[in-house]
């Protein structure tokens, strides 16, 4: 049952991202020759950044997780930047890689620390090492929570969370319309996806789902900042697309 359950979640997760895909394909067809940038790559970097962010929304092992990762992001950070003439396009694509690199290098050193604590690589092993460890092994719950905050922040980055919104904004106005929508519909639902299946497969240790020390408490604090101070900020726009980057 858990596994038929997880497999329509897939086709579902798959369904939504083949479908923003498709929408910013239609959407570039009129708006790319319009800005006379009509150029054959835009096609080839939004496809390359779907498979990723299949990839990313399916993955069940760290490894996955990254390769899934980082070949969505850097068609998107292409995409970003496709406007090569315009210097808020270039400004975006580059904070948004700078802070993009920055975010997954914290992600890969938790998932390294968790692998150096459970010896496994594969989020049901994660688990299954920290619940049930090994006979005369225990693991190091201190450093199992820095992991976890270091794989929290990775996978907020990537969702837009509160404070690590900060290349939304810039990364939606720089970027041509259809990468923008497809920004705000593939890559949030891969990432969203991705967030919701660590934190219930692999940080399902009793101690880190508890709302006493473990990551739930963080989870929520980072819900309500997105929903006030980001909705708050996002009335003080006047570029629509900042706006809604915000909100």
Not at 23 to 38: I, R, S
Not at 167 to 178: F, I, L, M, S
Not at 192 to 212: E, I, M
Request: proline share 5%; aromatic share 10%; with cysteine.
């Amino acid at each position: 049952a858990l596994c038929a359950t997880a497999d329509l979640n897939n086709a579902l997760v798959s369904f939504i991202l083949c479908l923003g895909a498709g929408l910013a394909a239609l959407l570039a067809g009129g708006y790319l020759p319009e800005h006379k940038l009509d150029r054959g790559e835009f096609y080839p970097l939004l496809t390359f950044s779907t498979v990723g962010a299949m990839i990313l929304a399916a993955s069940g092992d760290v490894l996955s997780l990254f390769l899934g990762l980082e070949t969505m992001s850097l068609g998107v950070y292409a995409m970003t930047g496709f406007r090569r003439t315009s210097p808020r396009s270039t400004e975006a694509a580059v904070k948004y890689f700078l802070l993009g690199s920055f975010a997954a290098a914290l992600l890969l050193y938790g998932a390294a620390l968790l692998y150096g604590v459970t010896g496994h690589t594969d989020f049901d092993g994660i688990r299954q090492a920290l619940v049930t460890p090994a006979a005369g092994t225990k693991p190091n719950l201190g450093v199992v929570i820095i992991a976890s905050a270091l794989v929290l922040v990775g996978m907020a980055f990537k969702v837009s969370a509160v404070p690590f919104h900060m290349w939304t904004p810039d990364a939606y106005e720089g970027a041509p319309t259809p990468a923008t929508g497809y920004m705000a519909v593939a890559v949030k639902t891969a990432a969203f996806a991705a967030l919701l299946r660590v934190l219930t497969t692999a940080l399902g240790h009793p101690d880190l789902t508890s709302w006493a020390a473990g990551w739930p408490p963080v989870i929520a604090f980072l819900a309500v900042a997105s929903m006030t101070v980001a909705n708050l900020t996002a009335g003080r726009q006047e570029s629509v697309k900042r706006m809604l980057a915000y909100s």
